[in-house]
């Protein structure tokens, strides 16, 4: 008998009929005698008509009242879910982040997890009772409701995992697993059976939209197996977990691609010291994350400095750069939202050289010009115009040899 978190996407609880299927697949585990607990988010689209609405009801809607609004949409999910598998007569029980021990920070609308107690969950297990989790949210000190920010489902289902010391967190979604670039883009994209937590985590950051990055942290850390899989259809998902030695054997597992980005640029910063902390302290201060950042020297003891913000943020960040590069007496503000970031991501990349080259190479080839450029261990990324963003990943995809089906990799449908 294993002890399976199994959690489900906002696709896969969209409609009564869809979750009556995710029902048949609760039960059919339960019937094999695994122990499950099952985390869900709010039906597909859900969250975002309760973010309109708060947008209706005021411009700059308050953080904590949105946390409220929207730990509502799981709430339903739940309720539903846990009505159909007591229909069925299997013994089934609803509980709210805050009743599984999920306690979190502050940051309303962006919290991140502190600890989970999950005493109530153990003990529904041990009655026999599957437990229905809503995904997504908890609560801070407080007791307020606070919610994980996007794909927070996913963190609420590996913490969850990690906390009971389960055997496997299954992440059914609407894809039947990762996949060497966006299938949507990329046709020739592939199935990938296993992947490192690190290549995934790098993924996730880039712009794969599989798994939430901070669910991948969670897992890397608590040495949690995740599995991706579909909830329309069986068979074999991709497995997230530790690195070995066939992984490290190709250089590049895949291509990503990210259109939220945006580029902001100080024109004109004095060239002294402390200067990078009064511009960046804000910035973290109001929980918006940097990613790469550009210093150009100029003239006059004088320096342009760029840096790309999640296009999401981009509201929030604008006033709080404008108000600091006053304050530091820059020249000017820009912002520049037609941008996209293009990634390769391998384990790989520690033991084969010449793939940064290769990747300039390709797209200096294909015309497309690079603004910025970030490298990590296992990672090259480079901001390029948006417009050129798909010929970017089909050619990169095929340049490194992406597009060649080996033993075990599956074409993408």
């Known amino acids: 008998m294993a002890l399976i978190v199994q959690k489900y996407g906002g696709t896969s609880v969209g409609t009564i009929e869809r979750i009556h299927r995710v029902a048949d697949r609760v039960a059919q585990a339960h019937r094999a005698g695994d122990q499950v607990v099952v985390v869900l988010s709010a039906m597909s689209g859900e969250t975002d008509r309760l973010v309109k609405l708060a947008h209706e009801a005021t411009p700059m809607p308050d953080e904590r009242e949105m946390d409220m609004l929207l730990s509502t949409g799981e ?31 502050s940051a309303h609308t962006k919290a ?49 995992a990690a906390a009971l010391k389960a055997d496997r967190c299954i992440i059914f979604t609407d894809v039947d697993g990762v996949y060497t670039a966006d299938p949507n883009v990329v046709p020739a994209a592939r199935r990938i059976d296993k992947i490192a ?52 054997a190709v250089a590049v597992a895949g291509v990503t691609g990210d259109r939220n980005q945006a580029k902001i640029t100080i024109v004109g910063v004095p060239d002294k ?63 520049t939202e037609a941008i996209a970031k293009v990634s390769l991501i391998g384990v790989g990349m ?3 050289s010449g793939v940064a080259a290769k990747m300039f190479e390709v797209l200096s080839r294909e015309g497309i010009n690079i603004l910025m450029i970030s490298t990590s261990e296992i990672k090259i990324s480079c901001v390029i115009d948006e417009k050129y963003l798909e010929l970017a990943m089909r050619s ?11 033993q075990g990799d599956h074409p993408a449908k």
């Open 112 to 160: 991140r997890i502190a600890r989970v107690t999950a005493d109530r969950l153990r003990e529904a297990l041990a009655q026999g009772i599957i437990p229905v989790v809503a995904g997504f949210q908890g609560i801070n000190a407080q007791s307020d409701v606070t919610t994980l920010g996007r794909g927070g489902s996913d963190l609420s289902a590996v913490a969850l």
């Open 273 to 335: 010291p402390g200067i990078a902390a009064r511009i960046f302290g804000p910035v973290a201060q109001a929980h918006v994350n940097v990613d790469m950042i550009i210093q150009n020297m100029g003239q006059d003891s004088l320096t342009d400095l760029s840096f790309t913000v999640p296009r999401a943020d981009l509201r929030k960040a604008t006033p709080i750069i404008q108000s600091v590069a006053k304050d530091i007496e820059a020249k000017s503000v820009s912002i």
């Open 350 to 352: 520690r033991s084969h």
């Open 396 to 406: 990169l995809h095929s340049a490194f040899g992406l597009d060649q089906v080996s």
């Open 197 to 248: 937590y690190e290549e995934m985590l790098e993924m996730a950051s880039l712009g794969a939209k599989v798994l939430q990055t901070r669910s991948v942290e969670f897992a890397a850390k608590f040495n949690v197996p995740v599995e991706v899989n579909s909830s329309f259809k069986e068979g074999k998902g991709t497995l997230v977990t530790r690195e070995d030695a066939d992984m490290e």
């Open 75 to 105: 709430r339903v999910t739940i309720a539903l879910l846990a009505m159909d598998l007591r229909g069925r007569g299997i013994n089934a029980r609803s509980f709210t982040g805050r009743q599984v021990g999920i306690i979190t920070d």
